[in-house]
């Protein structure tokens, strides 16, 4: 798939229309801007599907009163080390974004905590949250639930979603790391975006509903992604379900609202955070030193053939981000169009 080509825009100009329209739909200021900026930040780390591209269908909902315009964080069981958040189908962004911040609270208190949310909505991208950690000089584990899309490894119906997860280690000099992944070969919104920009998905990512792979992502979003690495990733998606659903008393697999079908129902969605201060067992000083070693030499390691550079986990992404700072956000003509028609529902000038 190429990088979309419709108009770059200044990621500062975006934000700020991004915010006013989740305003127009009655997203009070403060969480209207938390959902503009993380939104605009996974345009800028490349994570295009996770980016603005959702905001036609975050808005819907809230015109549909599926999600809560105003989004409270209310504790139904707490103990110094964890609490478990009762999200009231509020906006999972602004759950999440205050759910790691409270994690980070209590990991700094008693040196880790567990935080479930459960009732959420879409959270976005995870990398979001496992950054918060690490730049707070925590490591973090991070994972939510998603709609059912994939099946179990050997089974040809749905039960799983994509079930992401994403970890946080803080460094010293070098740059922290930070690892996203979904558990199926591919989030499911890559194809929303593909279908969005007339594009065709690679062999590999999707079934159709009748089990045959296919390069169509209407058939694809009609039929089932597969999981990462067979076997591994089910087992991996499996695990996801059990903390962020089960664990948390949220829904999960089938159970779970589709965010773009199900526009007469709640998700339901399950988020989990597991925070661990970095000097837990060893001193802060320590521990930095000892990543910083261990990054350097990972990156001494000689090449494989047709390989140029040993990456970091997440370091692809931030180099991205430093580039569309610079350059701007390419933006597809219809998630262009999309923003813009978003505008006029709320009577919001265009600014591009």
Known sequence: MTESTGLKVNHEKLEQYVRALFQGAGVEEEQAAVI???????????????GVSRVDIYTKRLDYGLERKKTAVRAVKETASSILIEGDNG?????????????????????????????SGHCGMLADYTQYAAR?????????????????????????????????????????????MATSVVARGKITLARKNNEQIPIGWAIT???????????????LVLPVGGPKGYGLAFLVDVL?????????GPYIGSLYKDLDR?????????????????????????????????????????????????????????ERRMSG???SGSVLQELEAVGKRYGIDWPF
């Open 36 to 50: 503009a900026r993380h939104l605009v930040l996974a345009n800028l780390r490349g994570i295009d599907s996770h």
């Open 91 to 119: 906006m999972g962004i602004v759950l999440a974004s205050k759910g790691i911040e409270i994690a980070v609270e209590k990991a700094k208190e008693t040196g880790l905590a567990v935080v479930g949310i459960k009732n």
């Open 136 to 180: 707070h000089q925590c490591l973090a584990l991070a994972t939510t639930n998603a709609p059912s899309n994939m099946a179990p490894w050997g089974g040809k119906q749905g039960f799983f979603g994509t079930n992401p997860f994403s970890y946080g280690v803080p460094a010293g000099e070098e740059r922290d790391i930070i690892f996203d």
């Open 209 to 223: 509903k009748e089990g045959k792979p296919t390069t169509d992502p209407d058939e694809a979003l009609d039929g």
């Open 244 to 252: 962020s659903g089960l664990f948390t008393g949220a829904a999960f």
């Open 266 to 322: 709640n998700q339901r969605i399950g988020q989990f955070f597991f925070v661990m201060r970095a000097d837990l067992f060893e001193p802060w000083e320590e521990f930095k030193r000892r990543i910083d070693q261990m990054i350097r030499e990972i990156r001494q390691i000689p090449l494989a053939e047709g390989f140029e550079r040993i990456y970091m986990p997440g370091e692809l992404e931030h180099e991205k981000a430093e």
């Open 329 to 331: 956000i390419p933006l």
